[in-house]
């Protein structure tokens, strides 16, 4: 399956987020409260698979499992991830059916996926919208409150969402009245690896001049 994310792009945004300095910082104003509602309904027992693969709930729960990984690759922010998945925009193109199991109630599928991100944020490089083909697994909860989504082939879009900073040179937009301006929530980078020394072996005393 195609993807837009080759591995050398993850490799990059991972370098990239390690670059965030103290002036990659979110508010309040930088979380939109207008995500676009989807139907919240149980459909794993009334639904078709195909029509399962392709519910308003399955792109929710698809949409805040990325934000989540996201989150816990950053290390932290779990609280403020969560809010930013409910405030972007996941569109879904050719959603469809792979296989099924029946006794299991399980389903396999596979989408084109776009996430637009909050107004003023940004992963590196600046791209406030990230698209790649994705494969998704639903499983009925075992409290049958629902389905529950697996992903695979997401880890491009995840490396680069765990990036996300506030964009250059963005205005935070005014989302509701305050008397007082609101309090920066800070967005640390990724903890840098620090590389191995070089070590060079010393020179032969006795080797030809």
Do not use: W
């Amino acid at each position: 399956m195609r993807s837009l994310f080759p591995c050398t792009a993850a490799a990059l945004a991972l370098a990239a987020c390690n670059r965030h300095g103290p002036s990659d910082r979110l508010d309040d104003n930088q979380v939109a409260a207008n995500a676009t509602p989807r139907t919240t309904e149980n459909t794993t027992s009334t639904a078709t698979p195909a029509k399962r693969c392709a519910a308003g709930r399955t792109y929710d729960l698809i949409q805040h499992e990325l934000f989540r990984r996201a989150a816990e690759l950053r290390g932290k922010d779990d609280a403020i991830f969560a809010r930013l998945a409910a405030a972007a925009a996941l569109r879904v193109e050719r959603p469809l059916l792979k296989s099924s199991d029946d006794g299991l109630g399980s389903i396999a599928c596979s989408a084109t996926v776009s996430l637009d991100l909050p107004p003023g944020l940004a992963v590196a490089g600046g791209r406030s919208s990230l698209t790649t083909d994705l494969d998704y697994s639903l499983q009925p909860a075992a409290d049958g409150s629902g389905d529950v989504v697996t992903l695979t082939n997401s880890g491009a879009m995840i490396v680069l969402l765990a990036t996300l900073g506030k964009a250059a040179g963005a205005a935070p937009p005014r989302l509701m009245p305050s008397s007082s301006p609101p309090t920066p929530v800070p967005i640390p980078a990724l903890p840098v690896t620090p590389s191995a020394p070089v070590v060079r072996p010393a020179p032969d005393p006795l080797a030809p001049r």
